[in-house]
């Protein structure tokens, strides 16, 4: 659960270049603000292009601290709360000029998201923290649910009949086993409708890397560790999850 995966690394990697050429693009611009700050005389233009300079300088040091934070996580140091904190911040203010940065350097998106899911998880697994186990609440996309199965289990998983044919008989009996409520979800609206009506202290959310980052970025008061869904059919059908790092959590999170 701790170790980074190689597909990890690499997201993290460019999501640090990408970080660093952002640093680079604002202190330059920051630079050129200032020369024309010294060679302006109007007192109203002078105002103006002192409020854009701290905002550069403002977004420069959000960055900045991004950039620690992930320097951090690649040397598996422990993230300071207050520099997750900022580095969440920073990813709601920067998150879109990352995202279409990423499409100049012919990065995939998926690999910030990635980079910012693992930041998320390590903060959470340095905060030590323990839940009792009905505090906890699993959310799992429909797509986990086997195609072909005819079974309705977004009102209620136990009714599946555990034929084992896709993960969601893995989630039950981890259900059973550690008493968590296990919630299959069929989009983002309603998952945070039973996130409010259930009010977990913990959500374990199962999803693809999109989903989990609009999630994190929504629920920014709840402890939500994340964990990306395989695919090996393609986007939103049949989906998997690594039950062993679902039951690895549990254990890590519910107090004993
Ligand atoms: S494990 Fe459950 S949900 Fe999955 S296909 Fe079998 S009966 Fe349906």
Known sequence: MNRMTNQEQKSLKKTMILLLLLLVALATAIGVFVWILAEETLLGYRLIGVVLLAVLVALSIIALSGMVAFRRLWYNKPIPIWMFSMSHFFLRWLYPTLTHMSLWFNIDKDDIRRAYTRLNNQALLNHKKRYNADEVLILTPHCLQQAACGIKITNDITQCTECGACNISGLLDLQRRYQVEVVVVTG??????????????????????????????????????????ERPEGPCHNTRVNLLEVEQVLKRFIKR
């Open 188 to 229: 983002g609206t309603l998952a945070r409708k039973r996130i409010q009506d259930m009010k977990p202290a913990l959500v374990i959310a199962i999803a693809c890397e999109r989903d989990l980052m609009s999630g994190l970025m929504d629920v920014r008061q709840l402890p939500v560790y994340a964990l990306t869904n």
